[in-house]
């Protein structure tokens, strides 16, 4: 599938798996940003794209950056609907306890875009059974 892509900034690297069979498309710094320990931040990517009607873009959070410097992002994962044409944006936070500088061009997040299902709900006065049921958190015993 080909899904339009502005580059607001020609000089950040396009936007690409890093291997084939990869779900995620690497979202690069447009900034530096300065995290202290948690706080969080907005980081421009430098593209913009046309998700197609019927698919969503999810920012997701990039396992290296969490491993080495408990960074993630706070609304993991971030939502780019289909009718959405501004910048990527990703909204990191620093879960470590020191101070982590993420630098311009560095990838901060990935991309990955999937078909969705359009559903309308239907008010009833209860739902269908299930073999779950009603049963939360901790209802399996684990």
């Given at each position: 599938m080909k899904i339009p892509l502005l580059k607001l900034d020609p000089d950040l690297p396009t936007p690409r798996r890093?291997?084939?069979?990869?779900?995620?498309?690497?979202?690069?710094?447009?900034?530096?940003?300065?995290?202290?320990?948690?706080?969080?931040?907005?980081?421009?990517?430098?593209v913009a794209v046309g998700i197609p009607e019927g698919h969503v873009g999810l920012v997701a959070p990039r396992s290296g950056l969490a491993l080495r410097h408990g960074i993630g992002l706070v609304n993991a994962p971030g939502v780019v609907d289909a009718g959405y044409r501004g910048e990527i944006l990703a909204i990191l936070i620093n879960h470590g306890p020191v101070p982590v500088t993420v630098v311009r061009g560095e990838r901060i997040a990935q991309l990955v875009v999937v078909p969705f299902a359009t559903v309308d709900l239907e008010e009833v006065a209860e739902l269908p059974p299930s073999i779950r049921g009603d049963g939360g958190f901790g209802s399996t015993g684990s």
């Open positions: 890093a291997h084939d069979d990869d779900a995620g498309l690497d979202l690069h710094a447009r900034h530096d940003t300065t995290l202290a320990p948690g706080a969080w931040a907005s980081v421009a990517t430098g």
